[in-house]
């Protein structure tokens, strides 16, 4: 054959729909923006490469004959094939060049939350690139704040509320991690009157909502917590409590992080649960995080 396949066949195949669903070259060459003796002329280049006529022209009109009504769906198929072909090109260019830092304080752990919304976000944006970045607890927007982070993992409440959106991925009690020694352990779960005078770890003073969070002040009844030391991180958590320093709450998917040798995590009655967010800036309306955001919000869990 003497064509260039590339655009002959899917110019060929769209001359021929058009023909096939007007039946009328006149109005199909005006569907198309093509002059009528053209389409005519590739209708006919089209035919005597396929070896047999598509179309019956005669005075009443003109038909498919049975060769082109088997051609049809194929046409069709291989037409919308191309177009998700050419949108699937536009989306791998948009984020070919794309990298998405993904901030944490810590891990999100939870049963491969993030390997699943990975999968989810990589079939819209197969070119894009995803950056993994652990932050600091004194900042509780996991570097949305400063923009080092272009989405977050973060615990409610969140400080400047209004500058962010969420999708929650986690709905958790809080749980309380205890030293292993300690005379409150040997139950296997606490009410939170229990633990009212308590030294409590309490994370850093810059980040108060959260701070107030996780010294559950909402259930204390205006009595002040008694605090042991300060918290920055994971392991100075541990350290704390082998320590003997104070308990403290941790949300129900932390809890492994915490319960190693030394330490004991029970359930507490009395306190309302936890919620991870995955969050970003309110403003940013890229399409890398819309659907980043959009991966976890199909992966959010029933609420119990």
Known sequence: MGMTTSDVHGRDLRYFLAVAEELHFTRAAERLYVSQPALSKQIRALERQLGAPLFDRDRRGVALTPVGTALLPHARAALAAWEEGREAVRRAREAADGTL???MSTSPGRGGLLPAIRSRFTEAHPGARLKLRQVAWDDPTAGLADSGSDVAFVWL????????????????PRLV?????????????LDFADLLDEPFLALPDGVPELRDHWLALDARGGRPPVIGAEIGGVDETYEALVG???????????????AREGVVVRPVR???????VLAWRADDTRPLVRDYARAAAELRPREA
């Open 244 to 258: 003997g320093l104070g308990v403290c709450l941790v949300a129900a998917g932390n809890a492994p992080l915490l």
């Open 157 to 172: 409440p969140l400080a400047g509320a209004d500058r962010f959106r969420w999708v929650v991925v986690a709905t958790e």
């Open 177 to 189: 991690a205890l030293p292993a020694t300690h005379p409150l352990a040997a139950r296997e779960s």
């Open 270 to 276: 009395g306190l309302t649960p936890s919620h991870l």
């Open 101 to 103: 830092v993904v901030g």
